[in-house]
């Protein structure tokens, strides 16, 4: 170590700090953030600048990409070369750029994600937007700055007569802090941009009248709500939907297909297609059966639906919410200030932002015309000299060694005008030359004139500003790619629409085994099934796959699922307990197809009863739901059944029919509900049952059936004693009607289930 180094001691953290600040203002300012005023970020900006110096003009035949790179890595941009040629491809992408800045030839990659060919097969120059970010960058518009390595100067921002910043929007991650600004229509930046110049102090809400929201490459449909989109451009913040773009196709014979023409921008192809195939071949979209791409330069997605009597847009909504169908697209309007600092900016502020830059621009490329008109006219007055004198002149120049300091004494003149004296051509001595002289000065002073006007009012410039704003409309804008749907009707999948509907049995054993079997069995195939040991058919269920079964326990509790989930086969099936959390000692006596809207009549056996919707007999949780509670710790429910009529009929043990109406019991969503008939003393009701008058009453004693019509005789209110059964009906006897499981047993009922 050299005798004179000096150490300086410092904590480590206040080292660390300072390094990792620098670190992290280097990665904010020069690598993610894009300048408000060009929209570019320091790469993409050292390429359109390299670009130009190579003259890669629109009109102009490509160079070799690998050509432009190494321009732009050598002389402005020391990182490596696949970095910089990767933001050079995407300049160049039609599907991630909506105003491409570079018109690539050869193969730049496509939507599917496939990347582009290497540099050294790829020829590039640049297009008409570009040519229009980088017009009047050698009029002393901009300030230019050292290179890397202080060899050549660099503009530090672009002109950028195109809104180049909301036009193809930005995206970047630095170090606490990210930008993701979606792309625009530049016709619609445009005339927002116009009515902020007539207008400064209009509302966001003004503006989103000509700039409604987002317009991306690929299209899509936006499904933001107005207010969301204008909540997002007033905070700078937030995010939008975006969803496919799609239609119906119809076939011959009543059949038909959807057909994907558009997918959300930044969605890939390729994992689209694969994501939708992979949810078809795990079952999980009983919708589809088959997804093709039939694309060529438009997208081509053929979605092959599982049935023609199903509903497209439910189909389309269940992709919605399980594929890249629909994305949401973050916002975060965060940029480089012309400040050099970073700052969220609402929209009005971007605007206003790109507007001050362009009155900059206008102002100093004015001033630099000026200059140079001025210096013209200091040399056309020295012509006009020649000319009004000229064979004095030739004289001069003929005599003296050095005619310069002779011609300055003579004339006036100031070393520049003797010098292009000097340097005039003899051809331009010819007498008309005089006449285009004057002609030409008096051009530049009218020019001059306008420009000093120009420079004196800000209204007139602003006036110029817009002319500009409109010629540059009309030479860039196009039609409107992404359609604003605002936000979408809602529609509601149900877990049963996600099952392709079959008719199946449920059988409940009465030791509590379940399954289902395909078809809807008769009792003969019903008797032939066989259980575990001793257990035999409490209730079989015919219902269809797409169904929600409630089984009701000795508790008073529901579960519900749906009946595709339940197991199937030719075993013995699976006890509840696998499926839900029953308690131990409490036993399922009931199963049933339930609907959401059926009311249902819930009996106890110790003469409870009262109305339930099926919705609140259903519940998604595994331990149930209490729907029926008890008075006394021995009672528990006989059964439930749909409502059939508005007239309720009970039956005691003491052998007492009582018929009364539906309206005197309540609706619950839970609960004791009320006395069906009084009980003698440790009596029980044997069955209760809904009908209607007109149709009549069944009683089945197990051996015998006998139909009523004439009922006033056991008419009477709810919680009366009701009347005696008919002669020769004993206390067994129950209602035909009621499809109570006693009956599908095929056995008499005695009182006691279990």
């Keep these: 170590m050299a005798d004179n180094a000096i150490i300086e001691e410092t904590p480590l953290r206040f080292e660390l700090e300072n390094r990792y600040l620098a670190y992290a203002l280097s990665t904010i300012i020069s690598r993610s953030l894009p300048d408000v005023r060009d929209g570019l970020k320091p790469v993409h900006r050292r390429i359109l600048y390299a670009m130009r110096a190579l003259r890669l003009e629109p009109t102009t035949p490509p160079k070799k990409s690998a050509r432009v790179v190494g321009d732009v890595i050598g002389k402005f941009h020391p990182h490596g070369d696949q970095a910089a040629y990767d ?50 960058l050698e009029h002393d518009t901009v300030d230019f700055i050292d290179t890397y390595d202080g060899s050549m100067l660099e503009p530090a921002v672009l002109p950028s007569r195109f809104p180049n910043l909301l036009a193809n929007g930005s995206s970047g991650i630095a170090v606490g802090m990210s930008t993701s600004i979606p792309p625009h229509n530049v016709g ?3 005339d927002a941009s116009i009515i902020l110049v007539e207008r400064p102090n209009c509302s966001i809400g003004d503006l989103l009248e000509v700039m409604p929201g987002p317009d991306f490459p690929t299209g899509g449909v936006l499904v933001s709500s107005k207010s969301e ?3 997002v451009y007033e905070t700078g913040r937030g995010s939008v939907r975006l969803r496919a773009r799609w239609h119906k196709e119809e076939l011959k014979h009543g059949l038909w297909r959807i057909i994907i023409t558009e997918i959300p921008y930044q969605v890939q192809k390729s994992r689209l297609i694969e994501r939708v195939a992979q949810l078809i071949i795990d079952k999980k979209s009983p919708f589809l059966t088959d997804i093709r791409d039939e694309s060529d330069e438009d997208i081509r997605i053929v979605l092959e639906p599982r049935s023609s009597r199903l509903d497209p847009d439910m189909v389309m909504a269940y992709l919605f919410k399980n594929s890249d169908m629909e994305t949401r697209f973050n916002i975060n309007l965060n940029v480089i200030t012309a400040e050099t600092r970073p700052e969220v900016m609402d929209l009005k502020g971007l605007l206003n932002a790109w507007l001050s830059h362009r009155f900059i621009i206008h102002t100093r490329r004015a001033q630099h015309e000026l200059k140079k008109i001025g210096e013209r006219l200091h040399l056309l007055a020295a012509y006009l000299i020649v000319h009004l004198n000229i064979d004095e002149v030739i004289a001069i120049i003929k005599e003296h060694d050095e005619p310069r300091p002779v011609l300055m004494e003579r004339f006036g003149l100031d070393y520049d005008q003797a010098e292009a004296i000097l340097n005039m051509r003899l051809r331009n001595l010819r007498k008309l030359e005089e006449i285009s002289i004057r002609k030409e000065i008096e051009d530049k002073e009218s020019r001059a004139e306008y420009l000093r006007s120009l420079l004196a009012s800000e209204k007139i410039m602003w006036r110029e500003i817009k002319k500009e704003l409109r010629n540059t409309k009309k030479e860039f804008t196009d039609e409107r790619r992404t359609t604003l749907a605002g936000t979408p009707e809602a529609i509601s999948i149900k877990p049963e629409d996600l099952v392709q509907r079959e008719p199946i049995t449920i059988i409940l054993s009465r030791r509590g085994w379940v399954k289902t079997i395909r078809g809807h069995e008769d009792q003969e195939q019903l008797d032939k099934i066989r259980f575990k040991g001793d257990d035999e058919l409490l209730r079989a269920v015919k219902s269809h796959t797409t169904e929600t079964i409630t089984f009701v326990s000795t508790s008073g509790k529901s579960f519900s699922i749906l009946a595709d989930k339940l197991p199937s086969g030719k075993g013995f099936g699976e006890p509840l307990t696998v499926t839900f959390d029953i ?36 519940t998604n949780h595994r ?10 710790p021995q009672d528990y429910p006989i059964h439930l059944h749909p409502v059939k009529g508005n007239l309720v009929a009970s039956i005691s043990r003491g052998r007492l029919l009582l018929i009364s109406t539906l309206d005197e019991y309540p609706q619950l969503s839970k609960g004791k509900g009320v006395r069906i008939q009084r009980l003698s003393k440790d009596e029980l ?11 009549g009453l069944t009683l089945d004693s197990g051996k015998r059936k006998r139909h009523i019509t004439e009922l006033d005789n056991w008419r009477g209110t709810r919680a009366s004693k009701g009347r005696m059964l008919p002669h020769g009906f004993l206390s067994g006897a129950v209602f035909a009607e009621t499809g109570a499981s006693i009956l599908v047993a095929g056995k008499g009922y005695t009182g006691e289930l279990f």
């Excluded at 009931?590 to 809207?597: F, Q, T, V």
């Excluded at 739901?625 to 008075?631: D, G, L, N, T, V």
């Excluded at 009701?685 to 149709?695: G, H, I, Q, R, W």
């Design 188 to 190: 619609e930046i445009i």
């Design 623 to 632: 331990s149930g739901k209490q729907a029926i509670s008890f008075k006394k």
């Design 229 to 231: 989109r204008q909540q």
């Design 685 to 695: 009701l044997v069955d209760a049952t809904t009908f209607n008058m007109e149709d």
């Design 583 to 618: 308690e131990g000692g409490d036993q399922v006596f009931w199963a049933m197809e339930i609907k959401p809207e059926q009311e249902y009549f819930v009996v106890t056996r110790l003469g409870q009863g009262f109305r339930i919707k099926g919705a609140d007999l259903v």
């Design 87 to 136: 933001a050079m491809v995407r300049l160049a992408q039609d599907f991630a750029s909506r105003y491409p800045l570079v018109d690539g030839q050869g193969n730049f990659g496509n939507i599917d994600g496939d990347g582009a060919a290497a540099m050294r097969y790829t020829e590039a120059r640049l297009t008409k937007v570009a040519w229009a970010m980088l017009e009047d």
